[in-house]
């Protein structure tokens, strides 16, 4: 258990168990003991009574008390008997004896006190009628007294006097008094405590317990063996309950319980009995006892462990008071120890100590003679203290905000004052500053009480994003302080904090006079959006958008915006692409109002690129608002995006075409070539042109092996020599046609395996083996994608390149002359397995392009270049437009020839492209697959010379049979689907004619006005109705017809020549 020291508004009344023994000679506790102690909650607070109990003390001494729930009434050692409030405040006194009161008993109702002294009296004082107050005069002293606990309210007024060895029942009737002695011959009695219809007491042989309503002593407690003396360890009773009463002895102690018997067992003996719950020792003499709700409040007197006696005079140690919860019919639990500071306490002894109790408020008064003490259980105002002196702040604070109303002398506010305190004493600045946001809220001064203390211990760094900036906003003052605090050491902070404060929270001219100072000594750029911040805040625009420009910020399009000056930059275009061209295009274009487009283009001619920049980007939204600069736009896309030329020359109709295809064949860009020469009415030079620059180089990558009977052959003795090395298959070597562009299948023939197998098993196909080795150590380079894989797979042709005269740049730039040296690569008629002249033209390109651009990286600081993320998807998409433009043939074939005429869908330009294509055997192909669906593929077939060898005519014949077949098939469900239609809408038409038209007799004839039909036959007429409704006399169309002995065929008013109908 934990022994505390506990403090008092007045004094040190409880003191750790460890102090007290600092006196002792004996005593070698070591001091590491305290630290392993639990830190306990007390269970109870102390305060000392003062008041009239001072002025008592100067003259007398307590010798005993008892305790109402409306007064104390304290005995001493000159006879007097003093009624004090629970404050200590003398309400009145008795007189009533010679010398040392032994004991005090007062009723339940708090009307009658009783008293027995050393002088032999016994005396019961009324505090508000001496009606029956009454007087015993003993030849004795007298050790203990009971009153009945009803006294003031029976008819028969009951008590109980200790004389000598024997216990007397006193009877006060109306008539007479009468006396019955209980018991005898057992020792003094002694501690007489009287609960409803018991009565337990105490003599030299034990505890008995006596029953009122049957007349009987039915229990006797014997006293344990113990070498304590009587006069110096009484004994001491209390009453929990009605059935319920500790008993404290020495140093034992008994609980024990008052059970009734069942009516079959009693046979003569008493109705009740005791039955003992408890009984442990304790390491103390008890001085006293009272319950404390499911524990018990034990007084506890100091002794030696050793020999059991008592200290001498002047050596007492401090008492103490334990609470102890019963485990178990010999075991307890020491809930809390409090070693009390009691005044002289190293003069007194064991009896000079007692425990009385309130029980309605469950206050202890620990009484000795010369001071008394009050312990009462804590409140949660008592709780969250201690949580705050045992540093458990968040605790506490949790507590107090749930159950703030049954806080009386803390606040929740007071608690988080002390929080911050312990936090700020021991450098826990950023709890702090969270605590601060958490719990401050809307006080004001608390706030800046707070901010100066993180001031004062120079963090206010941490507090800086918690600050308040509304409910409650705080003097300008602190948000100064907090600005020139980041200034001073923190820039990036600085100026984040002017974006994101508002002006109003400080001065902006203390802020610029400070920042102004600040740049003399340091002019960094930061420093100097800051002060931009600042002029714009002071609405100095000029001043801010001054600095903006000159430090190229991107912020100065913020600025612009959220002040709206617009009209402030309209002749700093150029300034403003600049700093960064996207946003400024885009601001430029939404508000041409302010930036027309002629002022625009003015100040951007010196820089073509941003120029075509802003021109593009007026194009995109409104390709007309920028119509006098479309021929300068066509040179800028063609220098800077060629890839979009074409799609603006689609778009535009302010060009001189002349002009563009000239600037498009300086250039070299064909496809931009043929749009112009269509759009001018040069079909067949459109056409011309495509055809010149035409070439097809997908040719199999499998078809460059010089040799394939070797690898077949090789194949077939694969599976007996190197199964577990070599990777080729029968599909790798003889792939089918829609398989030759199968990655997978040509690493498995290019390969270090295969090379290997060729040296080993068939070194007559060195030539073979070498021109293997040589393709894959190509690939291996140009495929390159990340770095140390060289250093990983030991493998050096996977390095990444790293200067210009590395061996792989002269490795690609003389890569095609080892097949032109060694194999002798020509475009063979009778197409022998060897390089084609396009496939080695191809490799050379790309070879030599690669290795010049990895020099050009290199030379601009590169470390590094790794060509294998020079050929990814993005790149071919973002790029492959340059390749054209510049002259590159690999995305030019026959098909765009073909797509060309049949956009422009003209009979002449067909014959031209057929003409220009017979030299061409692969370019026949190509036109019979796509021509069946334009042109009649007859036209094509009668110009082929007779013993051409076109590759893949008979695939190109059976497409062209498939094509007319599903064009015969998609022409007859045409027709039956017309057929269909027509038939349906035929009989709609029919039944629509076949109906009715209603005529009324409010009908009138157009022409003479007169109604259709008449109820006079004589008047009646032929009349003509027409499809759209009108309806006429037929006297009245012939007087219009230019023939009068025919009609019209059709209607006079909406001369609709439609079918006429008579009726």
Request: glycine fraction near 4%; charge should be negative.
């Amino acid at each position: 258990m934990s022994e505390r020291k506990v403090e008092d508004r007045e004094e040190n009344f409880t003191q750790n168990i460890d102090d007290s023994n600092e006196d002792d000679d004996d005593d070698d506790v070591d001091d590491d003991d305290d630290d392993g102690k639990d830190d306990v909650e007390p269970k109870l607070k102390y305060e000392r009574i003062g008041n009239s109990i001072l002025e008592i003390f100067t003259k007398d001494a307590a010798s005993c008390m008892a305790v109402h729930s409306k007064f104390l009434a304290l005995g001493t050692h000159y006879g007097v008997v003093h009624i004090l409030d629970h404050q200590g405040n003398n309400i009145r006194k008795f007189p009533s004896h010679a010398t040392t009161i032994n004991q005090i008993a007062i009723d339940s109702n708090g009307d009658y006190v009783s008293s027995c002294s050393e002088d032999g009296r016994f005396i019961i004082n009324g505090l508000y009628t001496t009606e029956n107050n009454t007087q015993h005069n003993f030849d004795c002293p007298i050790r203990s007294i009971g009153l009945h606990p009803d006294f003031g309210r029976r008819g028969n007024k009951q008590y109980v006097i200790g004389v000598g060895e024997k216990l007397t029942l006193f009877e006060k009737g109306w008539m007479r008094n009468k006396s019955v002695i209980l018991h005898s011959g057992e020792g003094f009695v002694r501690s007489i405590k009287w609960k409803n219809n018991f009565i337990a007491w105490a003599n030299s042989e034990g505890v008995e317990v006596y029953d009122i309503n049957a007349k009987e002593r039915f229990t006797h407690i014997p006293r344990d063996q113990t070498s304590a003396r009587d006069e110096l360890f009484h004994c001491n009773l209390s009453w929990k309950d009605d059935t319920c009463f500790f008993v404290a002895w020495g140093n034992s102690i008994k609980v024990c319980i008052v059970k009734e018997r069942p009516p079959n067992d009693i046979r003569g003996l008493p109705r009740h009995f005791v039955e003992i719950a408890h009984i442990f020792e304790i390491d103390y003499f008890a001085s006293g006892i009272a319950p404390f709700g499911n524990e018990m409040a034990v007084l506890a007197y100091s002794f030696d462990k050793e020999d059991g006696a008592a200290p001498t005079k002047g050596t007492a140690k401090r008492p103490q008071l334990l609470v102890i919860k019963p485990e178990g019919m010999y075991k307890f639990e020491e809930a809390s120890i409090d070693c009390l500071s009691i005044r002289g306490f190293e003069e007194y002894k064991c009896n000079n100590y007692f425990l009385e109790k309130v029980e309605e408020e469950q206050l202890f008064y620990i009484v000795s003679p010369k001071d008394i003490v009050i312990a009462r259980p804590r409140d949660l105002d008592d709780h969250i203290s201690w949580l705050m002196e045992n540093k458990k702040f968040e605790e506490a604070l949790q507590k107090a905000e749930n159950q703030q109303r049954e806080l009386k002398r803390l606040s929740v506010l007071e608690i988080v004052k002390a929080y911050l305190n312990y936090l700020f004493a021991n450098n826990k600045f950023e709890e702090a500053a969270k605590l601060c946001d958490r719990k401050l809220g809307r006080c004001k001064e608390l706030w800046e009480e707070q901010i100066y203390k993180f001031i004062e211990k120079k963090s206010l760094k941490m507090v800086t994003r918690y600050i308040p900036r509304s409910n409650p906003q705080l003097d300008n003052t602190i948000y100064e302080l907090v600005l020139n605090e980041y200034l001073q050491t923190d820039l990036e902070g600085f100026h984040k904090l002017l974006t994101e404060w508002p002006s109003n929270l400080y001065k902006p001219e203390t802020i610029i006079l400070l920042l102004q100072e600040k740049i003399r000594e340091t002019p960094e750029s930061l420093l100097q959006r800051s002060l931009a911040t600042l002029y714009a805040q002071k609405q100095k625009f000029g001043e801010a958008l001054r600095i903006y420009l000159t430090l190229k910020d991107p912020g100065v399009f913020e600025m612009i915006a959220k002040h709206k000056l617009l009209s402030w930059v309209k002749d700093k275009c150029l300034q403003l692409m600049e700093i960064e061209s996207n946003k400024a295009v885009a601001m430029f274009i939404d508000n041409m109002d302010h930036f027309e487009v002629d002022d625009v283009v003015k100040q951007l001619n010196q820089n073509e690129k941003l120029l075509h920049q802003y021109l593009h980007g007026l194009f995109t939204k409104d390709p007309q608002a920028g119509h006098n600069y479309h021929n300068k736009q066509i040179s800028l896309y063609a220098e800077f995006q060629p890839d979009r030329l074409q799609s603006f020359l689609k778009n535009s109709n302010f060009y001189q075409l002349e002009k563009a295809f000239k600037v498009c064949e300086e250039r070299n860009l064909i496809s931009e070539m043929v749009f112009l020469q269509g759009r001018m009415g040069n079909k067949k030079e459109a056409l011309l042109l495509i055809i010149d620059k035409m070439c097809n180089i997908q040719k199999e990558l499998l078809n460059i092996i010089l040799n394939w009977r070797m690898l077949l052959v090789m194949l077939l003795i694969m599976k007996q020599i190197l199964s577990k090395q070599v990777i080729l298959t029968q599909k790798a070597v003889s792939p089918k046609p829609i398989e030759r562009q199968n990655v997978g299948l040509v690493l498995k023939v290019f390969c270090d395996e295969t090379v290997a197998a060729l040296r080993v098993k068939f070194p007559e196909a060195e030539d073979t083996a070498l021109f293997i080795e040589t393709v894959v150590k190509w690939w291996l380079i140009v495929n390159s994608k990340s770095k140390g894989l060289d250093i990983r797979l030991n493998d050096i042709r996977r390095k990444p390149i790293t200067s210009v005269n590395d061996w792989q740049i002269d490795f690609l730039e003389n890569y095609i002359s080892y097949f032109a040296e060694n194999l002798k690569c020509v475009n063979s008629k009778l197409r022998e397995k060897k390089i084609t002249m396009d496939t080695a033209s191809a490799l050379q390109k790309t070879s030599k392009r690669l290795a010049s651009c990895a020099k050009y990286l290199l030379n601009c600081g590169v470390s590094y270049v790794l060509l294998g993320h020079m050929q990814s998807d993005a790149l071919e998409k973002q790029f492959g437009k340059y390749w054209q433009g510049s002259g590159g043939t690999y995305l030019i074939t026959v098909q765009n020839a073909i797509d060309f005429a049949k956009e422009e869908n003209d009979t002449d330009l067909w014959d031209y492209l057929i003409e220009k294509s017979l030299p061409k055997p692969e370019y026949i192909k190509e036109l019979l697959i796509s021509i069946g669906t334009h042109v009649d593929p007859k036209l094509l077939i009668k110009k082929i010379p007779s013993k051409m060898e076109i590759p893949g005519l008979r695939d190109a014949l059976v497409k062209i049979l498939q094509d007319y077949n599903l064009q015969v098939y998609l022409h007859e469900g045409c027709k039956a689907i017309l057929d269909k239609d027509s038939v349906a809408l035929y009989d709609k038409q029919v039944k629509n004619l076949s109906k009715g038209f209603l005529i009324s007799d409010i009908d009138h004839c157009p022409t003479c006005e007169g109604k259709l039909i008449v109820e006079d036959n004589r008047k009646a007429s032929t009349i003509v109705t027409f499809f759209c409704k009108h309806t006429y006399h037929e006297v009245c169309l012939r007087g219009m017809s230019m023939q009068p002995r025919q009609t019209e065929p059709f209607c006079p008013t909406c001369s609709s020549k439609t079918s006429k109908k008579k009726i």
